[in-house]
Structure formats: structure tokens, C-alpha cells
């Protein structure tokens, strides 16, 4: 089992720019979390995402919205990218009902925005 | 609101020295909290959690409700436990929505 896995590992966009990353949950898990990680800061929660609605949003803009797809995968956009959006995006899958303790956390997409 | 207060960035210690990493927690219900640790170049994943009152890789934390803390301790610190630890909070009624500290890098020396 790969676990959770993101695409892609890094990328470079520009100011005003509209980023998707991707998130493959862990096999058996159907639930999709976002985290973002500034440098030197702890990961900030984005939205979660169960039977392809988004069930939980933390504090972010409408410029951040999600997707997830019947094979329980899912996608983080932005649209309009600020230099302030430059940071480390973690996907956490987990089975519904675990609470917390089923979170598997992926290796993340470094975004950097210029 | 719901926050998490790390107030150490770096803890540096001797290996075979005590290590205590502080959290502290600002949430008005009855919080879950955790310990999340990143070793390097290896993912996030969870060390251990109040409610199973465990101690993982000789790791142990008693929430402590009427100081709001979290602390993380461990009698003798080994070279291996150099990394990155995050305390955590999930509130009742929050889902799986956590809220992460800043962080503690963990920095144990020969």
C-alpha cells in the first residue's frame, strides 16, 4: 500500500495564477483532509471532503475550493495566487467514524508562488 | 476558538537527558489532543494520543485540564528522537478538523 499519495511533489507558479493539486487517499480510507503549511508554522486546516461534498472548512478564502471524485481521490485548487499562498500542502486520508486516529498523513506539494 | 501554543521552537538536549516538549491549549469543551511527529525526510504521522493514555517509543502526556497542557516527556532522550513534534487538538464537535501548534524541533546530541 502506497498510502497517501499528492501530485505534484513541487511546483513554481506565478502571481494571479490558479493551481490543482492532486491527493490519492490510502486504501480503505474515504475521507480526504488539506492542510496548509507555511514555513516554520504548524499545518493550518483547509477543508475536508467525504462522499464528494465538502464536509468541514477551516479559515480560508473562497479562492481556495476542493473536489473529490467517486473513487474517493481529491483535488485542492486556487485561483488567484498570492505570494502569502506559497507553502507546504498536506493531504490526510482517513476511514470515516475513526476520529483522528486514522489519519495518514502524504508527503505533501511544495507550492512556491513568484 | 480553538488554539495550540508551543512555545519552544527548539529543544536541544544531550542524549540519556530528560525531555519534556510543552503544549499548551486554549479550547472551552473537552478537547482530544495529540502528538504528531515528523522525523526527516519522512511524512507527518501520529505519536500518540491523550485518550489511549499510551507510551509510544518511551514517550508519554497526561493532559492536564486545569493547566490546559499537553506536555510530552521522556526519562532518556535518544539520538533517534531528533525531529519535528506538533501537539494537536480535535474538539467534539469539529469532526477530524485538527488544530496544530507551531512546533518543537527536537534536537538530540551524542
Known amino acids: 500500500d502506497a498510502g497517501v499519495t499528492q501530485s505534484p511533489t513541487h511546483l513554481i507558479k506565478t502571481r494571479g495564477q490558479q493551481v490543482t493539486l492532486r491527493c490519492s487517499p490510502k486504501?480503505?480510507?474515504?475521507?480526504v483532509s488539506w492542510y496548509q503549511q507555511a514555513l516554520g508554522q504548524g499545518p493550518q486546516f483547509i477543508f475536508q471532503y467525504y462522499e464528494e461534498e465538502e464536509r468541514q472548512r477551516g479559515n480560508f478564502p473562497d479562492r481556495f475550493s476542493g473536489h473529490q471524485f467517486p473513487n474517493y481521490s481529491s483535488e485542492l485548487n486556487v485561483n488567484a495566487l498570492l505570494l502569502g499562498d506559497s507553502a507546504l500542502y498536506l493531504c490526510?486520508?482517513?476511514?470515516?467514524?475513526?476520529?483522528?486516529?486514522?489519519?495518514?498523513f502524504g508527503s505533501g506539494t511544495r507550492l512556491t508562488v513568484v | 476558538a480553538q488554539r495550540v501554543t508551543q512555545p519552544e521552537k527548539l529543544l536541544s538536549v544531550f542524549k540519556g537527558a530528560p525531555v519534556e516538549l510543552k503544549c499548551n491549549y486554549s479550547?472551552?469543551?473537552?478537547?482530544?489532543l495529540f502528538w504528531y511527529v515528523q522525523y526527516s525526510r519522512q511524512r507527518l504521522q501520529l505519536l500518540l494520543r491523550?485518550?489511549s493514555r499510551e507510551s509510544i517509543k518511551g514517550f508519554t502526556a497526561d493532559l492536564n485540564k486545569g493547566e490546559t497542557s499537553f506536555h510530552l516527556k521522556k526519562p532518556f532522550a535518544q539520538e533517534e528522537d531528533s525531529a519535528m513534534y506538533y501537539c494537536a487538538l480535535s474538539s467534539n464537535n469539529a469532526g477530524n478538523m485538527l488544530t496544530f501548534g507551531g512546533g518543537t524541533r527536537l534536537m538530540v546530541k551524542p
Open positions: 486504501s480503505g480510507h474515504d475521507t
Open positions: 490526510a486520508s482517513s476511514p470515516l467514524g475513526t476520529g483522528n486516529y486514522g489519519y495518514t
Open positions: 479550547y472551552s469543551g473537552s478537547p482530544e
Open positions: 491523550h485518550i
